[in-house]
Each structure stands twice: as structure tokens, then as C-alpha cells.
């Protein structure tokens, strides 16, 4: 035999050892049943920006002769912001004056004229027409009045309109101009005229983040959200969703809804721009029995998990028919709801739920039993899956039988569960589910009832307490086919490796491998 043939059989024998160490060690880890806090959040990230930002203008033309603020002050409503060139309202201001003090000296003259005019009138000294332009004069010096003081009073507002005053407290967030930029006034230039400043309010700021349309039925106005940002890493701020925006964005083929999460900023701490990771609270239980997840069996499986845990299947299933029934024993209570009662994507368990009452069952091919909605028969199931399986169309009525079906598993949860593939989108529903717990040092099935879960561990809502410890074994179908691969090794090489046989070690030496005659 050559080297390169020996030393394949070494490694070989060497697999097959190592095999027999792992058989050799535990198949479960036993963890003790604990109260934890659950929260179960969507993610999304997005950025702060304020929740209301004002472009601050004037309504003055002219060279900024005077600025108050810079960028990041905080002011409050009417703070001087900054002044422009006052000359040419203020002379326009003094002639506005000047003509009112004209216009009323007029209209004394014309009211003079008038009572003459009618002292005359009333003599027949003066024609009727000469009354009447008299009248008209003094109406003429009236309107002139008028009219010179709602120019005084324009002139006034643009006197005014030099100082710029802030039209809201907040923050300048941006300056656009400096002493001697000369700007131009909206209400004279068509462009819109010239923006100073850009101020908000950063009392309380928002984000715009985009939930993924897969979690957007779990999050709803009035959630708890806990947002992030790298400036303050250990430092969370809490805010509340504020509403979900009715269109969709679609990036990279992924369809998003935008989602307003309004936060509390009173020391300013948060500014616009910041990048933040938000975690939206769509279910929370405070102080409540659970275990991990990889504790959880389903009929599927439970099976096999007897087996590695060296139990007989069939007593095994006794077992948790007569559990069946007797009542559940609720958890030890204590729960604090801080939420709602629907989860973000995690493995939730929905399989094995025992049967309604009512309606027939049927045994599928994997040995689970499940209800039926009310008047259908197994007979029907059947011949619904077989006129499927051939490629036939289904008739009105099977097609209302196979919609009832469908809405039925989806609201159970399926067949899935862990160890049995198939897991669902959790949703908080109390679901069933199968345990294995040490009791008199022996692992015993035990039913549980299961409510919501993080990716790690689900609440208990009954069947356990705080005394019980749970086993935590690896998936049953992966130690079911590394023992069937052992076997057929085993069956195949008669032990050994084709060709080879083993020849016993004396004391002190290592096992050799010969060539067969």
C-alpha cells in the first residue's frame, strides 16, 4: 500500500473516532427557566431633520449695515436679526409726512369753502353749480387725506421693515448674507428675493426613516421608538411614531413606506443632518417567564427529539395526550404590557396548536393532527390536493374550500417550527408549543403556550415556571442524518476502511493498518 492510501485511511479511521467522542458527549444543554424583559423592534435608520424650518426674507431693498446673529444662536420671537440701509425709507417716511400735513391743510381750506358756499347757497347768492363744485372740493381734500396717510403708514412699515426680526424662536440654522450684501425685496424682485437666514425650532426635531413594507403592518402612530446617533452612542432618546406616510418608495426593488418619528430635543443635543438607527417598539413584556428558542418542539419533530434524547416516541406522544387533557397551568403572572402585542420579524411558534373544538381533523403524512373548518371533510382535502397534484382545475366550490384552508394555516401559523423548518413572522398570538424539562433528573414533554418573541427567546405564557429547567438540544434531523451517515459508514466498511482490517494494539502501541490477503 502505498503512502497516499495509508494515510487516507488514517484520516478516515480519525474522522471515525472523532464521530465516536461526539456521539459520546451530551446531546442537550439543560437551562433554567428565568424571567426576562422581551422587546421586539423594527429597524430602520434615517436622518434628524427639524419639524418646522422658516426662510427668513425682508420685505426691505437695500446694504445690510447691521448683523446680530450668526449661525446656531438661539433666538426668541422678535430679536433683531439684523438692519439694512434706512435712508431711503427713511426719507420716503419724511415726505409721506410732509404730504399729509399738505392734504390736511387742504381739506381745512375746502371745509371753509364748503360752509361759505352753503351760507350762500341758502341766500341764492351763488348758483347751484358753484355749490356743488364747492362740495366736490372738500370731498377731492378728503380722499387726499386719506390718501397721504396710507402712504405715511407704508412708509412707516418700511421704516420699520430695515430691522429684521426673528418671526419665530428657534435656532439660526443657516446664514446666507453679510454686512454690506445688498438684497433684494421679495415684493418688488420676481425671483423671489433674497433669503438671510434659515431658522427651526429644535425643541423637537423628526426623523423620515423608510420601514420595510414586510414590518409596516406592525407599526402604527403612538409606538415607542428608540433612536440612536453615532455622537452619542450610549446615550438613547426615546420618541414616539408621529404618522406613516400613505405612498410607498420603492429602492433597489424594495418597496418602503416613510415613517415620522417625532423626538424630544430640549437641550438641543440632537441637530439636523445627524444619522440615527431607529428601532421602533411594536412589542414589549417586561418580567415574564421565557426560554430560548431553540427549547421549542413541534409534533413534527417531537419525535425525533425523543430519540436523541433516548426516549420512546410512542410514550412520548402518551404522554402528551394525557397532558392534553388536563387544563394548562398558567404562568405565574406578573407581565407588564409596554406595548403592543405585534412583533417585528422573529421566530415566533404557531405550529402543533391542538385542535379546535368542532369541524373534523385529518392526519397529515408527517403523523400531525389538524382541524378542518367547519364542513369540510378529509375526503375532500384529498382529492383537492390530488386534482392539484395532476395539474387540474379546481371548481368554484374546491377553490373556496382550498381559501378557507390556506386563511385557516396562516392564522394558526402553519406547520412550521423550530427544528421543523417552516417558521413564521411572529405576531405576539398565543401559540403551542412542545418542551422537554428535567424532572427527577429524567426529560419529560411538557405542552406549553408560547406569546411573543425576540430572535433569541419567547415569553411562557403557561406550562412553566421559574422552577422547571428546559433542554436545549440541536436540530433532530441534523443528529438523525449524522447517525444514519454512521451507520452506512459502519455497514459499508464492516468497521473499517474497504480493504483494510484493523489489527489490535498491544499496550504502548499504536493500531496499524494491513493490507487484507
Known amino acids: 500500500m502505498n503512502t497516499s492510501t495509508r494515510a487516507a485511511a488514517y484520516l478516515l479511521l480519525a474522522g471515525v473516532a472523532a464521530c465516536s467522542k461526539t456521539q459520546s458527549a451530551p446531546m442537550y444543554e439543560a437551562i433554567p ?3 426576562r424583559t422581551l422587546v421586539v423592534s423594527a429597524s430602520a435608520s434615517g436622518a434628524i431633520e427639524p419639524v418646522l424650518t422658516v426662510d427668513v426674507k425682508s420685505k426691505a431693498s437695500g446694504e445690510i449695515i447691521e448683523m446680530q446673529v450668526q449661525t446656531g444662536d438661539d433666538v426668541k420671537a422678535g430679536q433683531l436679526l439684523a438692519a439694512i440701509d434706512p ?28 360752509d361759505r358756499a352753503d351760507t350762500l347757497y341758502k341766500t341764492q347768492a351763488i348758483t347751484e353749480t358753484e355749490y356743488e363744485n364747492a362740495k366736490l372740493g372738500y370731498a377731492n381734500a378728503n380722499a387726499a387725506v386719506i390718501r397721504a396717510r396710507t402712504d405715511l403708514e407704508n412708509a412707516r412699515d418700511r421704516m420699520t421693515d430695515t430691522r429684521i426680526r426673528a418671526p419665530l424662536a428657534g435656532t439660526i440654522i443657516a446664514k446666507n448674507v453679510e454686512l454690506g450684501t445688498v438684497i433684494s425685496s421679495p415684493t418688488t424682485d420676481v425671483g423671489g428675493g433674497t433669503i438671510l437666514f434659515k ?50 418608495t420603492v429602492q433597489q426593488n424594495v418597496t418602503m413606506f416613510p415613517v415620522l418619528v417625532r423626538i424630544a430635543n430640549p437641550n438641543h443635543l440632537l441637530k439636523p443632518g445627524m444619522n440615527t438607527e431607529v428601532e421602533i417598539h411594536v412589542g414589549r413584556r417586561e418580567n415574564v417567564i421565557a426560554v430560548p428558542n431553540a427549547a421549542l418542539r413541534t409534533q413534527r419533530d417531537v419525535a425525533s427529539a425523543a430519540q436523541v434524547l433516548g426516549l420512546d416516541p410512542q410514550q412520548v406522544q402518551q404522554q402528551l ?6 387544563p394548562a397551568t398558567p404562568a405565574p403572572t406578573g407581565a407588564s404590557l409596554g406595548g ?8 415566533a411558534g404557531t405550529a402543533a396548536a391542538p385542535p379546535a373544538a368542532g369541524g373534523n381533523t385529518m392526519t397529515t403524512p408527517d403523523g400531525r393532527t389538524i382541524q378542518l373548518p367547519a364542513g369540510v371533510t ?47 413572522r411572529a405576531t405576539g398570538e398565543v401559540t403551542s408549543y412542545i418542551v422537554f424539562v428535567l424532572r427527577n433528573g429524567t ?31 440541536p436540530s433532530a434531523s441534523l443528529l438523525n442524518a449524522q447517525r444514519d451517515m454512521r451507520e452506512r ?8 476502511l474497504p480493504g483494510l482490517q484493523q489489527q489490535q494494539p498491544t499496550t504502548g502501541q499504536r493500531p496499524q493498518a494491513q493490507t487484507r490477503p
Open 489 to 496: 459508514m459502519r455497514n459499508v466498511t464492516g468497521g473499517g
Open 87 to 114: 435712508r431711503i425709507p427713511r426719507n420716503s417716511l419724511a415726505q409721506a409726512q410732509a404730504n399729509l400735513a399738505v392734504a390736511e391743510a387742504q381739506l381745512a381750506n375746502a371745509k371753509a369753502q364748503l
Open 443 to 473: 426529560p419529560t414533554p411538557l405542552q406549553i403556550r408560547t406569546g411573543l418573541t425576540d430572535l433569541d427567546y419567547i415569553e411562557v405564557v403557561s406550562g412553566l415556571t421559574e422552577q422547571d429547567t428546559v433542554l436545549v438540544m
Open 378 to 424: 378529509e375526503a375532500q382535502v384529498l382529492a383537492i390536493r390530488q386534482k392539484r397534484m395532476s395539474g387540474q382545475d379546481l371548481t368554484p366550490a374546491e377553490q373556496a374550500i382550498q381559501r378557507q384552508l390556506m386563511s385557516q394555516f396562516q392564522t394558526r401559523g402553519g406547520a412550521g417550527g423550530p427544528g421543523g423548518g417552516g417558521l413564521r
Open 199 to 248: 431658522m427651526a425650532n429644535l425643541d423637537t426635531v423628526q426623523i423620515r426613516t423608510l420601514v420595510d413594507e414586510t414590518d409596516i403592518g406592525k407599526v402604527q402612530p403612538g409606538l415607542v421608538a428608540t433612536i440612536t446617533v453615532d455622537a452619542y452612542p450610549s446615550r438613547p432618546f426615546e420618541g414616539t411614531v408621529l404618522k406613516i406616510e400613505p405612498q410607498a
Open 340 to 347: 403592543t402585542r405585534a412583533p417585528r420579524d422573529s421566530a
Open 33 to 35: 427557566v428565568e424571567r
Open 321 to 326: 395526550a394525557a397532558a392534553q387533557q388536563q
